[in-house]
C-alpha cells in the first residue's frame, strides 16, 4: 500500500514537472533570458549539463562559438514566436545588430528538458551575402501574434501542403491568403505565396516541424533536397520557415535560409540520420 502510494506521489510529482517546463511562459522565459535589456547575455541561458548545440548546422561545444557572441542587441524589434508546448520548444525569428554594425537575421531553437533547462539549442544565422534584412518590416502584422487557435493537425495539414506543393512544382492545393507575403532571407517577393512552384518540382526532405496550436505559428526546418541533379552543381537549401495559419489559410511567411554544399547528400544535424537527432 505505501509503495504503492509512494508510486503515485513519485508519477504525480512527474507529470507536475513535466507540464510546468512547458508552459507557454516557461517556454518565453527560456528564449527571453538570453537577451537582457536587449543585448545577448548567454550567461543566464539555463544549460542543461548535456546540451546540444548547433549553429547553422554545425555541431558546436560552447556558446562562444554561436553568432550570440557578436550580437550587440536587435537591429529591429520585428520577432516571431513558436511556443509549442507538445514539443517542449520555443522558436523565435529576429534581426540582431552584429558587432560590425550590420543587421543579421536569425533564427533560434530552444527545447527545453522536463526540468526547464535547454537541452537543444539550434541556431540558423543565413550568411550575409544572401539575405537582405533591412528589408525586413520593422515589426510584423500584427496578426502574426493574435490569436488563431486550432488543432495541431489541422494547422499541420495547411503547412504540410506547401513543401508538398513545392515538391509537386505546383501550388494550387496550398490554401493562401490572398495578401499572403513571402519573405525570403529579407526580401518580400513579389509573388503569391503559392506562385512559381513549378520553378522547383524538387523533394522537401528532412522535414522537422513545431507548431504553436495558440497563435497558428509554426517553423518549419526542411531541405530543398537538389540530389537528383549532378553532385555539387546547385547547393542544397536549408530553410527554417515561419508560417502563421489563421482560419485554415497560409497568412504570410518569413523563411531563413542558408544554401549547404552536401557531400553527397545535406543531413540535418536534429534529424534521423543527423549527429544529434531523432526529432
Ligand atoms: C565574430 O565576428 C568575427 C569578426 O567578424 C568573426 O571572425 C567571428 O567568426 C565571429 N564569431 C562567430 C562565432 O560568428
Ligand atoms: C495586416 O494584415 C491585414 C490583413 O491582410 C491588413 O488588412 C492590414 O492592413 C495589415 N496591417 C498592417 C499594419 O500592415
Ligand atoms: C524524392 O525522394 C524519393 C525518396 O527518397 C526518391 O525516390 C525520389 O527519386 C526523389 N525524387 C527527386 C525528384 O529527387
Redesign the pocket.
Known amino acids: 500500500m505505501t509503495s504503492r502510494l509512494h508510486l503515485l506521489v513519485l508519477l504525480h510529482s512527474q507529470i507536475t514537472i513535466s507540464l510546468a517546463a512547458c508552459q507557454r511562459s516557461t517556454l518565453q522565459q527560456a528564449y527571453d533570458s538570453l537577451f537582457q535589456e536587449d543585448k545577448p547575455s548567454i550567461s543566464s541561458l539555463k544549460l542543461a549539463s548535456n546540451v546540444k548545440i548547433s549553429s547553422n548546422n554545425v555541431a558546436i561545444t560552447s556558446l562562444q562559438q554561436s553568432p550570440f557572441v557578436n550580437y550587440t542587441g536587435y537591429a529591429k524589434p520585428i520577432r516571431i514566436t513558436v511556443l509549442d508546448e507538445e514539443k517542449c520548444t520555443v522558436a523565435v525569428f529576429s534581426a540582431p545588430k552584429n558587432v560590425d554594425g550590420t543587421t543579421n537575421i536569425l533564427s533560434t531553437r530552444m527545447t527545453l528538458n522536463p526540468t526547464g533547462e535547454i537541452a537543444e539549442l539550434e541556431t540558423l544565422q543565413p550568411t550575409s551575402l544572401f539575405t537582405l534584412p533591412s528589408f525586413l518590416p520593422d515589426q510584423v502584422?500584427?496578426?502574426w501574434t493574435a490569436s488563431s487557435t486550432a488543432s495541431r493537425a489541422d494547422i499541420q495539414k495547411v503547412i504540410t501542403s506547401y513543401p508538398d506543393g513545392i515538391a509537386l512544382g505546383d501550388g494550387k492545393d496550398v490554401p493562401v491568403?490572398s495578401?499572403c507575403t513571402r519573405y525570403e532571407n529579407g526580401f518580400a517577393m513579389p509573388l503569391a505565396c503559392n506562385g512559381v512552384f513549378w520553378l522547383f518540382q524538387t523533394n522537401i526532405s528532412q522535414r522537422r516541424w513545431y507548431i504553436d496550436t495558440k497563435t497558428g505559428t509554426a517553423l518549419g526546418n526542411f531541405v530543398f533536397d537538389q540530389s537528383k541533379y549532378p553532385a555539387g552543381l546547385l547547393p542544397q537549401l536549408w530553410l527554417h520557415e515561419y508560417f502563421k495559419v489563421d482560419q485554415g489559410k497560409i497568412f504570410e511567411i518569413f523563411a531563413a535560409m542558408e544554401s549547404q554544399y552536401p557531400d553527397p547528400i545535406y543531413k540535418d544535424i536534429w534529424g534521423p540520420k543527423g549527429k544529434f537527432g531523432s526529432n
Open positions: 502584422n500584427t496578426t491568403a495578401t
